[in-house]
């Protein structure tokens, strides 16, 4: 049974700070997603992950996966407040060419202070 | 270009009644997922159709629900004789697919119901 597992689950930002959340899998898997939850809200795609190796950036958020050790982070750069949400990962193995089901982390809820 | 509908998307229920979720895929999308949110907790998979089609339904409670993707119309999640522990968000999903192989399999989340057990 394919697991995911992220942390830390709760995080607590300074402005201006780095930080990293961790999201390990259990079994192969072809495809890695992040996405990101404002309270209330629905689910917003941030990256896609394919291949070992893979980096993708967009603004202060950097998404990496490393197929080997069945890990990914999801790297904030200089935190602001506007980055306040949960973030999941979601990990996705492909059977028969179609579409299956994707497993999800708990969450890691950040919260940004001054 | 409209995005995955979910309607209603707040559903107030008492013990014991039906609730009927509906999901309209994205234009050209024929696969449909749906996922339950608790409260706190990640989303976890429910069940998988194609039109016509359950492919999966390997997290479906095995009591009081059901779900459909007819031929014409949204698809539809439904749960009988509601209890509290059904109080969460339910999210659909829905992703393209072209011929007999999938082009692409990212799946685009509506903005979900939030269903209410008193």
């Known amino acids: 049974e394919l697991k995911v597992e992220q942390n830390p689950l709760f995080l607590s930002m300074q402005e201006g700070k780095n930080y990293t959340i961790y999201c390990n899998y259990s079994?192969?898997?072809?495809?890695l997603y992040w996405y990101r939850q404002d309270p209330g809200k629905s689910l917003e795609s941030l990256f896609v992950l394919l291949s070992n190796g893979a980096v993708k950036q967009e603004g202060r958020l950097m998404a990496s996966l490393d197929t080997k050790a069945r890990l990914s982070t999801l790297h904030i750069t200089a935190a602001v407040h506007d980055l306040s949400a949960t973030y999941f990962c979601?990990?996705?193995?492909?059977?028969?060419?179609?579409?299956?089901?994707?497993?999800f982390g708990k969450g890691t809820t950040l919260s940004v202070s001054s | 270009n409209a995005g995955v509908m979910q309607n209603p998307r707040h559903l107030v229920r008492r013990r014991g009644q039906e609730a009927r979720l509906r999901c309209s895929p994205m234009k050209g999308h024929s696969h449909v997922y749906w996922y339950r949110q608790l409260p706190e907790e990640g989303l976890k998979f429910m069940v998988y159709l194609q039109k016509e089609n359950i492919i999966d339904e390997s997290g479906m409670p095995k009591e009081r629900f059901s779900a459909e993707f007819p031929k014409e119309g949204p698809s539809i999640l439904r749960i009988q004789q509601v209890v509290r522990g059904d109080s969460a968000a339910y999210f659909c999903a829905s992703s393209p697919y072209s011929g007999t192989t999938v082009i692409r399999n990212e799946q685009f989340f509506g903005p979900g119901t939030r269903l209410t057990v008193l």
């Open positions: 979601a990990v996705q193995t492909l059977q028969n060419q179609a579409g299956t089901a994707l497993i």
């Open positions: 079994t192969t898997s072809d495809r």
